[in-house]
Nanobody
C-alpha cells in the first residue's frame, strides 16, 4: 500500500523559512501529481501547491512568490520550500499523491509561525 510520510514542520518566526518533505512508497511516483495542502484550525483544507509528473506547478495566490514546490523522482520525494513565512501560514500541512482516481494522503506536519 502506498504510504506518504511528511517531515520538516516546526516552529518558526515570521519572515523565516522552512522546507517540508514528503516521501512516498510504491511505484509510478514519476507520473503522479503531488500536492501540498494545509488546514488551519477552524478552516477547511486548502490547496497550497501541486506539481504534475511533467513538472507543471500550480500555487495558491496566498503563497505565490514565497513558496516553491519541487520533486525528486529518484527519491520519490516532493518538497515545499516556504520563505517569508507569515502567522497566517500556521496550519497542518498535508501531502497528497494522486494518479487518475487514486489518491493517498500523508498524516500531516504542523507548521507554526509566530509573530
Amino acid at each position: 500500500q502506498v504510504q506518504l510520510v511528511e517531515s520538516g514542520g516546526g516552529l518558526v518566526q515570521a519572515g523565516g523559512s522552512l522546507r517540508l518533505s514528503c516521501t512516498t512508497s510504491g511505484t509510478l511516483f514519476s507520473i503522479s501529481t503531488m500536492g501540498w495542502y494545509r488546514q488551519a484550525p477552524g478552516k477547511q483544507r486548502e490547496l497550497v501547491a501541486d506539481i504534475t509528473g511533467g513538472g507543471t506547478t500550480n500555487y495558491a495566490d496566498s503563497v505565490k512568490g514565497r513558496f516553491t514546490i519541487s520533486r525528486d523522482n529518484a527519491k520519490n520525494t516532493v518538497y515545499l520550500q516556504m520563505n517569508s513565512l507569515k502567522p497566517e501560514d500556521t496550519a497542518v500541512y498535508y501531502c497528497r499523491r494522486s494518479l487518475g482516481s487514486l489518491e493517498r494522503w500523508g498524516q500531516g506536519t504542523l507548521v507554526t509561525v509566530s509573530s
